[in-house]
């Protein structure tokens, strides 16, 4: 498909709405990130031959290159791969009806803030873990840098997210029945909802982070909050996250096995369920990384129930992997061989991991290399095994070429070697009680250090023999046919595309056109100037620790930030207003039904982040013993009259969709404008509130505030609130500015309807918030 | 078929590196009997899976390979549903009968731990990366000891404790890092947290010297935090 041109076109590159296309911007990415991130890999196992420094001087910088590596490998090599894949198969495996994703823009949008996400990570040196306990992320430097980085790499995701859930249920073709889709169809699927679910939580523990960092807020403060608070609201996520790696792995693992067996995939819907449940059961298992930390006895029992009870789904799957081999001609190419070493290295991943669910156990091996070996065989020798597997496979079909097999045999036994030698040296000197996170050992472990450096050192080569592969393939004639690359008897089996299923239905032609944008990637990168805003203002810039709010006025840099961001909104708020809309999608009358519930994907996740902004409020506030009575501090009746303000512009803004529905214009537009005045009060009141509250001295984020804990949790309520309210005025405003040009119509009205949820929502929230800020 | 031998020898080599790898501490406090026999027991349940699985598809690999000629009996449909349903029965077995080895022990654990009886110890974990030692001494005072630094700045903190006597070891940490007290020869290890003190109920069974090390990343100085129990 790829016609070779396309990565010597920074324009197409740039602004390509194509799902394949950005698929493969996703593998550059990854592939260059992989790079990175195992170099850091190298230098942490070079440093680690003997005890004394050969690498790196201090430990500091040793601390850096594992947090680093370890950040790199997760966010930006291994789950965007998952998305890469997703990108280029979804749409063919679901006979999209636009031969895309759902939302071609948003797509292009959610690509690239991954590499942004990237430069703000790898430039970040955080020397903290990629796990960012507190107090140790509150006090180190470089962490605000890489939390801006999580923060675009997690939207970039959760964009991608909502657009494949999207994708596989609404534009997926009628005649693709959902117990027939390919497994990483579902795997997908699977993966979407977890990070719905999860990334909003990991979004709001790293930016409560920030806050204590820059605005004197008091979250994980060890004397006045209790810093545990973070590692709940932090694995809540962080433990789905391997789900969220490894589910798409599953799905593309089985049909690597199925192709190179010349089977079906045995126990089709046993697979599926198991991918539900190990989905499902995922987000109850966080605190079994927290069994050291003086949880409840009783906890521990519930979470290691829990874990044990998610080991039954994925035992389950390798049995059915081992069957679908049974009776069949298995053809042992690269492909093959790396399925089968995730088999093997998956099952050493899980058994390994029973050990350290048994807390009994877990009390010693917690947090030494053992922890490090397990999920390496999870991580990096199951799921980036399983991706190696399918980039071959896929390799055909993607550059037209055959890869060179020769070295992608040399790639899979190193990589193969080289990770069972590193990965059970880990597993060694857990067991002998080696630390994780150590810059230097005691002697009696040197050793298995070195067995462990040289499997680093064979996995490194590995990929020499990887990029020679890759480049001998681009070198080598095209392939006559791709129907069956690797003579197996079947080829990639995608459900015939929808614009020829609509051609033999209708007899129409169906065009196509997969357009470029560049206002989506420019959207993308605008989002950087206000992070960069919020860096600059850090108290001596990104790289260290200070307190934002002093230097507001005094960085110069940072209102530059912030003003060029707001001439950008400017800019693009006079284009797309004053752009024709009314031009439908050429699918869009196949689609069926409503679109409301685009809307309500992405207020799943909106719900899931003030779920855990509210929840991690309360459980600071049961926890604290000087709280203070609302009523005293806070001014409940004139907050009243502002929820008043706002309930009122929800029914505003139901009588203006009535209005634009019957076709009443006039009264649609004014309507409209009453719900922006209302939003507006509401904004101004709440500006009006804080000032009071600086005033007064109880509620406020300076040092000697009264109550420090019941301010930073009232601030982060209600400041996220109003946030959200400005984006819901912002929108409204570019409604109305589209309806005076005569924008909507009485057929045309669903952003309208789309905006005015988002609106609603809103609304409810600061309903929900009032009563539990305010009232109780 | 070079090909296949060197799948075998492959495996063979891996399992054994494995075997190799497993060489159990010596347990030495009133937790280590029941950490060592359950580390055994869970270590022969895995050996047998990773058996298992392994064979069973080298066994797969090496019959079914399209070089080997011979007819194929695929599984009949009626086979594939019993044959589902007894690999979900298998991985349910294999779960419960690590829940039911392993479930004895937490309550063991528990008992001991959270009894807070002995003699009190407050170890404390400092802002610079070191172990500080509140130990009663014979004229019932308190002597506080402080880390000797080496030359790598290691600092190591000695303390002598006596055998067959229980201790109550209460953690705390003075700055504001996260450490964790491990004793790797004593199978144990618990956070000491800013804010909130953990605390654990142990008696070592035998003499020796114990090495103690911090196992929650804590920054700059998080692998050169150490200490030595001398038990006499």
Known sequence: MNDGNFFRSPKRMLGTTNAAELGLLYFATAFINLLIAGTYALLIRTELWTPDPIYFDTAKDYNVAFTIHGTGMIFLVVVPLGAGFGNYLVPKMVAADNNDMYWPKWNNVAFWMLPIASVFIWFSQAPIGWTAYPPLSILMPGVDMWIVGLVFAGTSSSIGAINFVLTIWKGRAPYVKWMSMDLFVWGTLFTSFLVIIATPVLTAALVMILLDRNFNTVFFSESLSNPILYQHVFWFYSHPAVYIMVLPAFGLISTVIAKFSRTQVFGYSSMVIAMAGIAILSVSVWAHHMYTTGIDPFVRIFFTSMTFVIAIPSGIKVFNWLTTMYAGRIKLRAPMLFALAFIVMFTMGGITGVYINIIALDLNLHD?????????????????????????????????????????????????????????????????????????????????????????????????????????????????????????????????????????????????????????????????????????????????????????????????????????????????????????????????????????????????????????????????????????????????????????????????????????????????????????????????????????????????????????????????????????????????LRARKGGYSKDNHTYVELIGLYWHFVDLVWIILFTVVYLI | MRKNSKYKLTLLGSLFTLLMGIQLVSGRSNLSDSYDRLFNIVTWISIVVLLFVSVLMARFVLKYREEVEGARSPIGHTMAKKLEAGWTALAIFIILVLMAVSYPTLSDLDDTVAAGTGEKLIIEGTANWEWVFHVQNSTGGVDVIRPVVDSNNVKTTTMTLEVNKEYNFIFWASGSWIHSFFVPDLNIKMDVNPGTNNSISLTILEPGNYVVLCAEFCGAGHSQMRGVIIVE
């Open chain 1, 368 to 736: 030494t290399y053992w922890v490090v070996g397990h999920f390496h065989f999870i991580v990096a020798a199951g799921t980036l095994v399983a991706m190696f597997a399918s980039f071959y496979y896929y390799f055909p079909e993607i550059t037209g070429k055959m890869y060179d097999e020769k070295m992608a045999k040399l790639h899979f036994w190193f990589w193969f070697g080289g990770n069972f030698i590193t990965f059970v040296a880990f597993q060694v000197l857990g067991m002998e009680g080696m630390p994780r996170r150590y810059y230097t050992y005691p002697e009696e472990f040197q050793l298995w250090h070195q067995i462990a450096t040289i499997g680093a050192y064979l996995m490194g080569i590995s990929i020499i023999f990887m990029a020679i592969s890759i480049h001998r393939g681009l070198k080598s004639e095209k392939l006559e046919s791709l129907d069956d690359p690797f003579e197996l008897g079947s080829g990639y089996d995608y459900p015939e595309p929808f614009a020829d299923y609509i051609k033999r239905e209708h007899g129409e032609d169906l065009v196509i056109e997969h357009k470029l944008s560049i206002w989506a990637p420019a959207g993308a990168f605008s989002l950087v100037l206000p992070f960069l805003g919020l860096l600059a203002f850090t108290e001596g810039g990104p790289f260290a620790r200070g307190k934002a709010l002093e230097s507001f006025s005094g960085s110069l840099g940072g209102n530059i930030f912030i003003v060029l961001f707001l001439v950008y909104l400017g800019f693009f708020f006079q284009k797309e207003s004053s752009a024709h809309i009314g031009e439908l999608n050429p699918v869009d009358k196949y689609r069926e039904g409503e679109r409301h519930w685009e809307i309500w994907v992405f207020l799943a996740s909106e719900v899931i982040f003030f779920t855990a902004v509210i929840g991690v409020s309360q459980a600071i506030k049961w926890n604290s013993l000087t709280w203070p009575d609302t009523n005293d501090v806070l001014s409940v009746p004139y907050t009243a009259v502002l929820t008043f303000v706002l309930i009122i512009s929800s029914f505003t803004m139901a009588t203006s969709l009535e209005h634009v529905k019957n076709g009443d214009m006039e009264k649609f537009k004014k309507y409209l404008l009453f719900t922006i005045i209302l939003g507006l009060v509401f904004l101004t009141g709440q500006i009006i509130e804080y000032a009071q509250l600086a005033g007064e001295g109880d509620v406020t984020l300076a040092d000697n505030a009264t109550y420090p804990l019941f301010s930073s949790i009232f601030y982060l309520q209600t400041g996220f609130h109003g946030l959200h309210v400005l984006v819901g005025v912002l929108f409204l405003g570019f409604v109305y």
